[in-house]
């Protein structure tokens, strides 16, 4: 290139340590600290607390068994999760290219790292916008769709400003650098990226019933205290069983009983063109009250194309046609151009032979081409029709015009004539068309009860006519109203977008979020729920905690119905495990309370641990139906109707450890006695409770029934062996399987009506 004038290199170098390097700069963390965060969180800690107090007493075994509790929810709960600043990593490559840039006095290559503001560079056709630029000469068009939302590619001149890693269409062009880094619009994008990340209502929902149990858990074991300071019981042998009482009150697998219920639907998911990225996001999908969907590639197709033709008199569709494609080149890649030759390509419009073309000026806002009739060179025009109609002397123009752009289409005028004398043949109009599977996949999350909100960088009147061709009613908004309950967002930013979420969220909306491009990466990862679209850019993809794989909007139906199913087996499980601690808590400390025996050993409690909490991991695979709206927690009503469910159960358990004192058995026998019945239950209270229903109404799933099998059976052999506890007659075995049997048809006359309300289905 010829000689220019720009900076030096010392005042590039003195800029660079001034403003810093063009690039996004982020933090890893390390991988151990990731790791190490799964022990710090409520359920470690008290299990922590309890593994420190084992092995001060010297409870080696006991000791073991929750150390090993606690890596097993650690090494599950990190494999499944590990996903690092992946949209920050992404965001930093996209800034890995090269510029040509003016150094002392001439043109040369350097890292687009290496720039600042004040250079002078020079884009060109197929370029990426190195930095946020102003043009100094040239004419280009740009294709800012993955920055601002815009569909259709945009004109910029002199003066004019370009966006860092947008991408040049046509033309060239000398620009100044005007910002860099985390600076340029694409940085401020990266650094929304890196703020964002919605709370995880899991833990959440983890802390809650926690909260509960300690709650209760304490209170017990300070009466058990206070009647053994009252009583003379010696300290070593209460210390112990307030422990075991303690870890009986954990919900010792119920992390790692969500991360393994998420994971087995994410596999699901994979299977029908849904990655999941983040598997808390399978719980919220559940939980989605509102979609904020990106227009551009999502709802839309990206690309212009045909959408009316306004017919001159004296002319027909296919003349119209052919001279506009006769006035586009596929050459120069042109978005318009494409569009029209595609169209009339469709429509069998054949234009005669060629000759010169002049491809689109915008100081004279057309294209033509030249072409042979009677004997004479004649002209074909396609450009702005307040260009055009002049030229071949029409004014009844601008009525249609306005007509078509009100539809929110880019307008063309096309004529064709003699030389010097040009007969208009009528108006194209050009609009990025609907995805044909878009009104169906909003049908179907509408009938879910997940309220969907347009976003789009386009105007108001573009977003109002796809609206309407996609079903969508309600208010129409520009981003001044980005805090009102609209159907539809127009003209909005990227950081509108992740504003729009966080409004949503603080109105204790469940959101997601669907997008394609950059400008949405920021919105994406603040959403519970960041769903980025099949032709996403790997930005999107990182950001978002879901990614589809296939066309269309069709799987995030297949999520939210999936989250649902998930939500319906760990409310079994949660529901099962807070009914269980009730029966397995009380019933130790009342029964030392009431009857002055310990009514069964610390050793079968943690039995009991893998015996009920384990098998109930299967829950997460079990044949369920999905809610038909919205599902959200309810803590304290999971907690009142666990209480009554327990409260049933502990008077089951309390009339078996009468039934053998009434028997007269030994207290050994009485707790291996007291430890089936706690079994038995356990299980039962599974089936109880995984149909809101009658327990008859749905056929559990076949993993759940060999698990539960495998369960009476290897714990009935224990006890008539008598190994690991007192052994008991067979009879005695199987009199409890039956008893337990009946007394589960009769809860289930009270369960359905108690339940009913913690689910919509």
């Known amino acids: 290139m010829e000689t220019c004038t720009g900076l030096t290199t010392a005042e590039a170098q003195q800029r660079l340590a001034r403003f810093g390097p063009n690039a996004v700069v982020e933090k890893k963390p390390h991988t151990w600290l990731l790791f190490l965060h799964k022990f710090w969180a409520p359920v470690p800690w008290m299990l922590e607390l309890t593994l420190i107090l084992e092995g ?72 990426i916008v190195p930095a946020d630029l102003t043009i100094s000469e040239g004419q280009i068009l740009v294709d800012q769709s993955a920055l601002t ?23 060239e062009a000398s620009a100044t650098v005007k910002a860099t880094g985390a600076q340029s619009y694409f940085g401020k994008t990266a650094e929304l990226v890196r703020g964002a990340g919605a709370k995880s209502h899991l833990e959440t929902l983890v802390l809650a019933i926690v909260r509960y149990l300690v709650l209760m858990d304490g209170l017990l074991v300070a009466a058990i205290l206070v009647y053994a300071t009252m009583t003379g019981m010696p300290l070593a042998e209460i210390l ?56 551009t590639g999502t709802l839309t197709q990206n690309r212009l194309s045909l959408l009316a033709l306004k017919v001159w008199e004296g002319s027909s569709e296919a003349d119209l046609l052919a001279m506009a494609a006769l006035a586009s080149d596929a050459a120069t890649q042109d978005p318009i151009d494409l569009a029209i030759l595609q169209a009339a390509g469709d429509k069998g419009a054949s234009s005669p032979i060629r000759g010169d073309f002049v491809p689109f000026d915008p100081s004279t806002k057309r294209s033509e081409g030249t072409f042979q009739k009677d004997g004479g060179t004649w002209r074909a025009m396609k450009g702005a029709p307040q260009i055009i109609a002049p030229l071949a002397r029409v004014a009844d123009w601008e009525g249609p015009t306005e007509a078509l752009a009100s539809q929110g289409a880019r307008v063309l005028a096309v004529a064709a004539g003699p030389e010097g004398a040009p007969r208009f043949l009528g108006l194209l109009a050009l609009a990025d068309p609907i995805r044909p599977d878009a009104v169906q996949a909003l049908q179907s999350l509408h009938q879910l009860g997940v309220t969907v909100r347009m976003v789009t960088g386009d105007s108001a009147a573009t977003a109002k006519t796809v609206a309407g061709e996609l079903g969508l ?94 939500y319906q087996r760990m ?11 009730f029966q ?54 999971l907690i009142l109707s666990s209480l009554v469910v327990g409260i049933a159960w502990l008077i089951y358990i309390f009339a078996i450890y009468l039934a053998g004192k009434s028997l007269h058995l030994p207290l050994a026998a009485i707790q291996t006695l007291d430890f089936l019945g706690l079994v038995f239950s356990g299980l039962a209270n599974v089936f109880l409770l995984r149909e809101r229903g009658h327990l008859w109404a749905s056929l559990p799933g076949q993993f759940l029934l060999w698990a539960s099998l495998a369960d009476v059976l290897v714990v009935s052999t224990l006890a008539t062996l008598g190994w690991l506890m007192a052994p008991l007659p067979l009879t005695f075995i199987l009199g409890l399987l039956l008893a337990t049997l009946l007394y589960t048809l009769l809860l289930d006359q009270i369960k359905v009506p108690l339940l009913r309300h913690l689910t919509s289905a």
């Open 56 to 127: 001060i007493l010297g409870k080696w075994p006991a000791a073991l068994i929750i150390a090993l509790l606690l890596i097993f929810n650690a090494v599950l709960g990190f494999s499944q999760e590990r996903k690092a600043q992946g949209a920050l990593e992404l965001l930093k490559q996209r800034l890995r290219i090269t510029a040509r840039v003016c150094r002392d006095g001439k043109w040369q290559s350097v890292s687009a790292a290496e720039l600042v503001p004040g250079d002078l560079v020079h884009v060109r056709v197929g370029d």
């Open 149 to 171: 939302g815009e569909s259709v590619p945009v004109e910029r001149g002199a003066g004019g400003g370009l966006y860092s890693a947008s991408l040049v269409r046509r033309g």
């Open 240 to 295: 112990p069983f307030a422990l075991i009482l303690l870890v009986a009150s954990v919900p010792v697998a119920l992390p790692a009983t969500f991360t393994l219920a998420t994971s087995m639907a994410s596999l699901n998911l994979a299977r029908r063109g849904v990655l999941v990225t983040r598997l808390a996001a399978i719980e919220e999908a559940a939980a989605m009250t509102d979609l904020c969907s990106d227009k």
């Open 473 to 566: 009613p309600g208010q129409v908004c520009d981003r001044a109203d980005i805090g009102k309950d609209c159907a539809v967002y127009a003209g909005v930013f990227p950081e509108d977008k992740f504003h729009l979420v966080q409004g949503l969220q603080k109105q204790r909306k469940i959101v997601g979020m669907t997008g394609d491009g950059v400008n949405d990466a920021p919105a994406l990862k603040q959403a519970e729920v960041g769903i980025a679209v099949e032709s996403a850019t790997d930005v999107a993809k990182a950001a978002a905690s879901l990614v589809l794989t296939t066309p269309g909007l069709g799987g995030v139906a297949d999520a939210v119905e999936t989250g649902r199913r998930v």
């Open 571 to 581: 409310l079994t499980y949660t529901l099962n495990k807070i009914v269980k601690t």
């Open 584 to 637: 397995v808590a009380l019933f130790l400390s009342l029964g030392l309370l009431i009857f002055r025996d310990f009514v069964i050993t610390p050793m079968l409690v943690l039995l009991l641990l893998f015996a009920n909490d384990f098998v109930t991991m299967s829950l997460a695979g079990d044949r369920v139906r999905a809610s038909p709206k919205p599902d959200r927690w309810q803590v304290r009503t």
